[in-house]
């Protein structure tokens, strides 16, 4: 039997830390998207998060492409996804195609911490949507030189990811078994002892 979309959800959940943002612990990304649309004014918060992200030099790097279901934009994002991201993806009722510019406005010289700050962006994005209910899912397959002649970016940007965008659905509702074993497997995270070090392979001491 499927687990619904609310098991699922608390399955998701990371451990409670104390001190640590609920938004964080909860931010997870489904593949699984319901019929229901985002409001204009929260999908302007979500961005607005978005904007206020850090970048060097202040450059703000990032770009958005916003689309929502039905547009010629959205249809756009879609057809450049691979197919596998094509069969749910498509389900979602908004999706952001994240942009950096490569090269800084004040000189022209090449940005090397562009796509960098394009994610930190994305980052805080994701952790507005889950304060509002909302969830993303960020995805890196989709044909990038497409999706440039698509919209028509200049070549000294260059395409991050696209953020698919809406309220978490029923895992039932995605097309196999594959994307329904996926959506229902426990998220896993490698110990902090291994990420966090004060010397190549030897761990940090924060406690």
Known sequence: MTLSAKEVNELKH?????????EVLNRWSPRS????????????KILEAARW??????????????????SETYNKMVAAMVEFNRTWASAAPVLIL?????????NGTQNYYALYDLGAAAALLSLQANALHLATHQMAGFDKE?????FDIPEDFTPGSII?????GEPSALANKQLVAMETSPRERKPLSEIALSAWGVAAKLG
């Open 14 to 22: 990371a451990p409670a830390v104390e001190g640590v943002l609920p």
């Open 33 to 44: 998207f319901a019929d229901r649309e985002v409001s204009p004014s929260d999908l302007a």
């Open 53 to 70: 992200a850090p970048s060097s030099y202040n450059e703000q790097p990032w770009r958005f492409i916003v689309a929502t279901r039905g």
């Open 98 to 106: 994240g942009i950096a510019s490569t090269k800084f406005a004040q």
């Open 146 to 150: 497409a999706a440039r002649k698509a």
């Open 164 to 168: 698919a965008l809406g309220y978490q």
